[in-house]
Structure formats: C-alpha cells, structure tokens
C-alpha cells in the first residue's frame, strides 16, 4: 500500500511539473540560464549532502572495535574456526574442508 501511495505522489509531481514548465518562457535567454544555474546549484548540494554523508560514515566505521571486518577474520592453520583479531572464536566465515 505505501509503495502505490509513493507511485502516485511522484507521478502527480512530475505531472505538475510539466504543467508548470509549459510556462517558463525559456525562449529567452535568461530565463534560460537562470534554469541552468539552478540545476548547477542543486547538483551541487546533492554532492555536498553525499559527501558530508560518506565522511560522517567513514569515521563511524574507524571508532567500532567490537565487530571487526570481515576481511579481518582468518581461517587458523590449525583447523580451528576462524578467530577474531582479539581472540574471540566467531562463526561468520565457514571452515573450508
């Protein structure tokens, strides 16, 4: 029910939209580049939002010690199950045989 209710909001925004480009004058010049400026300038803080999103992510990732990366647990030589690097046995990657 909530993804029709999405389907509808976006096609009612994008039909109004069009209603209301049909009458911006972009014959002119610059009213023209006024358009181009505001799409720059969107873009530009869509970048912005990703950016300061991924570096608030990136540094979160650093500060966790309890859990580590995957990449990080070996399977030991002695045919234990694989251990953390702190010791800890843990079951995430399976032995091979």
Known sequence: ??????????????????QVAKKIPFDDPNVLNICRAVYIASNLIILSIYLYIKTTIDKKKGMS??????WALREQPSGDA????????????????
């Open 1 to 18: 029910m909530l993804t029709q209710s999405w389907h509808r909001t976006n096609l009612i925004i994008i039909l109004g939209m069009m």
């Open 65 to 70: 010690t309890d859990n580590p990366p995957l």
């Open 82 to 97: 694989p251990r953390a690097p702190d010791g800890r046995q843990t079951d995430l990657i399976p032995r091979q045989t």
